[in-house]
């Protein structure tokens, strides 16, 4: 018999006996056995801390992203190996697609924000804070790495997926991984990880698998870790209320199943194409993963006038919806994950009926493809009409975590808010409707409650990810009963296993620290000149203070035929009155050309090109007779990768340009882009 193992302290071992015995879910045979118990889950995080942690947090942010990168290239090529494991949970292939490669892509997701961040260990974020009269003291913000462990306790639901994006986010933070999959899916999560651990792309220690129960995962956390858990809202809340969780001011991440809503928009009458795309998007969210979905549509917020007919329309898919083996052709629903969870679904569907009425369905049969209903974890679509919802409110209460949603309808728009709100949070609510002014009002109105809102029309239905597709660069979580926790969203997902701390000191100091040119920093000159420097050469402050030029009219007038621009305020000196202007002024974009023609070093060397400007302001008029000069300060640099061998190796190179006036003061500031070519070309 198959022993799932568990992967902690740099080896595969066995739990002591038999904590979960584990079934297939079309045929309901024994495919093996797992457990955890015996694990010494204090020894475990501490060998995260100090094997994975210490490597990771030493990485910058661009080498974890091509980490992830590297990991999910890797993933892709053994995903056939996923999808075999993955039809013993009862998935269909799409099933498994948005299990498996939904999960690969939420690393290739994660991978790209490296460009978001700098090429450093740390985050630098926001901008400085003056807190001097005369410059010579600052504030800043930076964001390093916990030093702690993500603890990760996931659904049944989503054995490679829930994983994978999680990890994707603590791993770019620099933070190790602790994973506990269901135990009920275990023996895929165990695949996948084995392949990553083989790959030796991690480095050793930043995962560790728990396949087991997991009891005792969290009875060591510090205030360093970060628990996240995905499932039920009753024991979230019953590990977020755990004595370690509270003393220790743990961060915890909480995703509770939900009670999502459609909405039907009042304009997406009776031969829309909006009506036709809710009636499919309705059925998908039933079917897909046999409705064991967080994210899945579990009530059906339709105008009273339409819901004969979006009962009828319902009904029919489902009827021509085939279930069973998902390897028989024409099957588009497998099994729940187990017997137990087809009992769990049948007990709420029963307490469900007790207050509104089955309309398609049966909770006792259902007939399959290929397979014996009795042996595997088959459940029939359920779908309910409640037609009191405002009253008969089990259905805003009771969430059967299966193929199982209720249709009810609504008067005007504001009643279908309402009951969207009785959800009381939800991780996603969708709307259908061709008026955008309705979608509005919708948003606006609901979006308190609701973590994620899809707005589906005809003009984005072609490329839309659905109801039920959380995107890696957006927030995933919602409030209230959803737990009120984020996951994912980009950027923000990294952030949450950073911690921010305030710097304060000289600009000299911080701009050491940060790696980032801070106003009132030391300037030291280029010598030679910046544009004569490779990428490693470059330091951070060292500027150029170029020659100096004076605006004449003549610049002006040949600057406004060069660029077309005839702004009265620069070729019409007569009608400036009741302006900020005193005489006609130099066009902004002549002050940032002519800083060019000053600060550029014309002749050939490391600088490939410059492809950028960020930031550009214009902060004094500039009047014939002004002279300009320009400090041109290295302010940032960004490692780059090479694409290929035969890729020049360069980095981005972030320049600060200063023009000034004769008085000295600032006339325009701006950030260019530029790329530079290192010296060292085999990088």
């Not at 595969?12 to 694990?39: M, R």
């Not at 504030?139 to 989503?158: D, K, L, T, Y």
């Not at 606006?444 to 659905?466: F, P, Q, W, Y």
């Amino acid at each position: 018999m198959q022993r799932y193992q568990n992967y902690v302290l740099g080896q595969w071992t066995d739990g002591t006996g038999v904590e979960t015995e584990l079934f297939h879910a079309i045929n309901g045979q024994k495919i093996g056995e797992v457990s955890s118990a015996g694990l010494d889950f204090s020894d475990i995080s501490d060998y995260a801390k100090r094997t994975g942690g210490f490597t990771l947090r030493k990485m910058t942010f661009q080498e974890r992203g091509r980490m992830l990168k590297a990991l999910a290239l890797y993933l892709m090529e053994k995903k056939e190996k996923y999808y075999q494991v993955s039809a013993w949970t009862g998935a269909t292939r799409v099933d498994s697609w948005i299990d498996i490669e939904g999960g690969i892509g939420n690393l290739f997701s994660n991978a790209s924000l490296r460009r978001q961040f700098p090429d450093l260990p740390y985050y630098v974020d926001g901008v400085a804070a003056p807190l001097s009269k005369n410059g010579t003291f600052i504030g800043h913000h930076i964001m390093v790495p916990r030093e702690g462990v993500a603890i990760h306790i996931n659904a049944f639901n989503f054995p490679v997926w829930g994983m994978l994006e999680k990890i994707a986010v603590n791993f770019m933070a620099g933070v190790p991984a602790i994973v506990k999959p269901s135990e009920f899916t275990c023996f895929l999560t165990e695949v996948v990880v084995r392949d990553i651990i083989d790959s030796k792309i991690l480095p050793e220690g930043s995962l560790q698998l728990i396949c087991g129960l997991g009891r005792g995962i969290i009875d060591h956390v510090t205030s360093e870790d970060v628990v996240t858990f995905t499932g039920s809202a009753v024991t979230g809340k019953m590990l977020k209320a755990h004595p370690r969780i509270a003393a220790e001011s743990v961060a915890f991440n909480l995703e509770a199943d939900s009670l999502n809503a459609t909405i039907l928009g009042e304009k997406a009458v009776l031969g829309t194409v909006e009506f036709d795309l809710f009636i499919k998007e309705t059925v998908k969210e039933i079917t897909i993963k046999a409705g064991q979905k967080c994210t899945a549509v579990r009530r059906i917020i339709v105008p009273e006038d339409r819901i004969d007919e979006v009962e009828k329309a319902i009904a029919t898919r489902l009827a021509s919806t085939k279930i069973g083996d998902p390897s028989m052709e024409g099957v588009r629903m497998g099994a729940l994950i187990s017997k137990l969870q087809v009992e769990r679904v049948r007990a709420n569907v029963e307490l469900l009926a007790k207050s509104q009425s089955i309309v398609y369905g049966d909770v006792n049969q259902c007939e399959v493809i290929g397979a014996d209903a009795n042996a595997g974890a088959f459940f029939s679509p359920i779908l309910f009409r409640n037609n009191d919802p405002f009253n008969q409110t089990d259905v805003h209460e009771i969430e059967a975590f299966g193929p199982v949603a209720t249709v009810m309808p609504y008067k005007n728009l504001d009643e279908a808010i309402l009951l969207a709100k009785m959800g009381k949070g939800s991780l996603v609510s969708s709307i259908v409707t061709p008026s955008d002014e309705e979608a509005m009002e919708y948003v606006v109105n609901a979006a308190s409650m609701h973590g994620r809102i899809l707005v589906l029309n005809k003009d984005c239905a072609k490329e839309s990810t659905g109801h039920g597709s959380p995107m890696p660069l957006l927030t995933h979580g919602g409030p209230g009963r959803a737990g009120g926790g984020e996951e994912m969203g980009g950027k923000r997902g990294v952030l949450h296993y950073l911690q921010r701390t305030a710097i304060q000191g000289h600009p000299t100091t911080i701009t050491k620290i940060t790696q980032q040119f801070q106003v009132g920093a030391a300037m030291p000159e280029a010598n030679p000149h910046v544009f004569r420097k490779h990428f490693e050469e470059l330091v951070v402050g060292e500027t150029v203070f170029t020659h100096k030029h004076t605006v004449t009219d003549a610049d002006i007038v040949n600057f406004a035929n060069v660029s077309g621009d005839n702004f009265y305020a620069h070729m019409d000196a007569t009608s400036l009155e009741g302006t900020i202007f005193e005489r006609r002024v130099a066009h902004g974009y002549f002050v940032l050309s002519k800083a060019a023609g000053l600060f550029v070093d014309p002749k050939k060397g490391p600088v490939l090109l410059n492809y950028g400007l960020d930031e550009a302001r214009f902060t004094k008029p500039v009047y014939p007779g002004a002279t300009l000069g320009v400090r041109f300060t290295v302010k940032e640099k960004v490692d780059q990768e090479k694409r290929s061998e035969d890729d020049i190796a360069k980095g981005i190179v972030k320049f600060l340009v200063d023009v000034y006036d004769e008085t000295g003061e600032t006339v325009a500031l701006a950030t260019i882009l530029t790329m530079v070519r290192k010296l060292d070309q085999s990088k």
